[in-house]
């Protein structure tokens, strides 16, 4: 690599970490601000804040008459937990937004009632849960409520009541949970919408793309996307987009009989998280663009890239590969 182009390469690693990595971390923080240190072998980060970030290139060579692709590894740290700090059991907000089109009956449908209402019998009063389930249309049985006594006891009605028929209307399921979050405050509770389904989305929008862009509408709200597939016929590449563009995870469930393990698992991730809405914008410059962000979908806008990794736990370490071209 010809100097000129090495040091803008090593002015784009410093722009990405000193122009906001992480923006709109609401996790947990330590006082005192961010600063930038580097070396002269092309490493950079920044500590201080409530994420160390770090970032070197792969290669420090490319050769003459090549495509010019050279990758960036981005390693974010979130700190280890405080005792002190109180953070180490946040509140939780769940949406469960549950498929009850008529290929979920029976043993599915069955599963996923005794999993929710196994679930609220976990959660503590300061937790909120909210139950929304689609077939051809969406219904909201129940807004985000705290999980105390008489809270419970409703929901645990509205989940037993739930019977199968009809299509799937999968963004219609979305959508109603998305504006749940999006009229509720947070009210310092990290978020997921945890949206399960057994088969393909045939009414409503079906395009995997345009559900992955509304997933990831749900993020301006805190709301992360996590999606869980049942059996043999669901639409995997559509479930995935929707996990990847809302920041959330992706389950493969063959047995429902672990529905369960799913919510707690969820549950115990959104506890422990210590920063959510991470998102990494990169400078879009003439000399190097970035092309691909290790799989997560990239969007353009303001003269910069920008993508949304997920949510980091605590003392969590993840490495992302950032391909510029």
Do not use: C, W
């Not at 987009?241 to 393990?261: I, M």
Request: glycine share 12%; charged share 20%; aromatic share 6%.
């Amino acid at each position: 690599m010809k100097k000129k182009n090495r040091m803008t390469l090593y002015l784009v690693v410093a722009l990405i970490l000193l122009t906001g990595v992480v923006m709109g971390i609401l996790g947990y923080t330590r006082p005192g601000k961010a600063r930038l240190i580097g070396d002269t072998e092309g490493n950079a980060g920044v500590t201080g804040g409530p994420v160390t970030m770090r970032a070197h290139l792969v290669q420090d060579k490319v050769l003459q008459g090549s495509d010019g692709v050279v990758t960036l590894a981005l390693t974010l740290q979130a700190p280890d937990p405080d005792p002190d700090d109180g953070k180490l059991d946040q509140a939780v907000d769940l949406v469960v937004v549950l498929d009850r089109s008529g290929s979920m009956h029976g043993r599915k449908i069955s599963d996923a009632r005794r999993a929710i209402q196994e679930l609220m019998r976990d959660l503590s009063p300061r937790d909120r849960l909210a139950l929304v389930t689609y077939s051809n249309t969406a219904e909201q049985r129940a807004g985000l409520r705290p999980m105390d006594a008489d809270n419970r006891r409703v929901l645990v009605s509205a989940v037993s009541d739930i019977q199968t028929g009809g299509g799937t209307n999968l963004g219609a399921g979305l959508m109603v949970g998305l504006d749940i979050l999006a009229a509720t405050p947070a009210e310092g509770s990290q978020r997921k919408v945890i949206l399960i389904s057994d088969g393909l989305a045939n009414q409503g929008i079906t395009d995997p793309y345009a559900l992955g862009r509304l997933a990831g509408k749900g993020l301006a709200d805190d709301g992360v996307v996590s999606t869980v597939g049942v059996g043999n016929d669901f639409n995997e590449h559509l479930m995935t987009t929707l996990a990847d563009h809302g920041a959330g995870n992706y389950y493969y469930l063959e047995n429902p009989a672990a529905f369960a393990s799913v919510f707690q698992r969820e549950y115990r991730h959104a506890a422990t998280t210590a920063a959510s809405g991470v998102t990494v914008s990169v400078p879009a410059t003439d000399t190097f663009r970035l092309i691909d962000a290790g799989g997560y979908p990239i969007e353009t806008r303001d003269g910069r890239r920008h993508f949304s990794p997920g949510s980091l736990r605590f003392g969590q370490s993840r490495t992302l590969y950032l391909t510029f071209g």
